[in-house]
């Protein structure tokens, strides 16, 4: 069973989970970047991140777009940006095949979970199988994490 690790991440946390995920289930890790990525300032990186979601925007990718016909099982994670995935997981979903894949969500957060981040993946990826998922804060533990992928999977 090919496992494929995919994600975005402003900041470096979800990029840590992706990075234990893909450890702990031997799967390969695979980076979304954007273009032109958002601004270093946190209010303004908010602004860039509203006005893409309110128009549904997916942003130019620079990496991440390969083909996933060999991945069975794909985590793509994504920090919680305004109760929903970052505009360039919205790209990657667009861009990629996913249909008949097993798709498990992670994602980190400041609070809110994963807001309406499920629903907005069973929206865009309608013949996928889409998993429970994962979402953890920033100070999450390993073995946290291990227990959650062994019930997920
Ligand atoms: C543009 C933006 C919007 C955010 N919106 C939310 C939100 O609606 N709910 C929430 O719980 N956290 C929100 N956060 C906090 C991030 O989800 C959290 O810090 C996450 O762990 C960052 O992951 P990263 O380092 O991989 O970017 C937001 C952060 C940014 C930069």
């Not at 992706?18 to 799967?27: K, Q, R, S, V």
Request: net charge negative; charged share 25%.
């Amino acid at each position: 069973m090919k496992i494929l690790v995919v994600y975005y991440s402003y900041s470096g946390i979800t990029r840590r989970l992706a990075e234990d995920i893909a450890l702990i289930t031997g799967g390969d890790l695979r980076e979304i970047k954007p273009q032109k990525p958002y601004s270093f300032s946190y209010n303004t990186a908010v602004k860039e991140a509203r006005e893409e979601i309110e128009r549904g925007y997916c942003p130019p990718l620079i990496q991440g777009t390969e083909s996933v016909e060999d991945a069975d099982i794909i985590f793509i994670g994504s920090p919680n940006w305004l109760k929903t995935f970052a505009p360039p997981v919205l790209s990657f979903l667009k861009a990629v095949d996913l249909d008949g894949k097993t798709i498990i969500p992670f994602c980190t957060h400041g609070g809110g979970g994963f807001g309406r981040m499920i629903e907005d993946y069973k929206n865009e990826c309608k013949n996928s199988i889409i998993k429970e998922g994962i979402a953890l804060k920033g100070d999450y533990s390993f073995d946290e994490l291990k227990n959650r992928l062994n019930s997920n999977m």
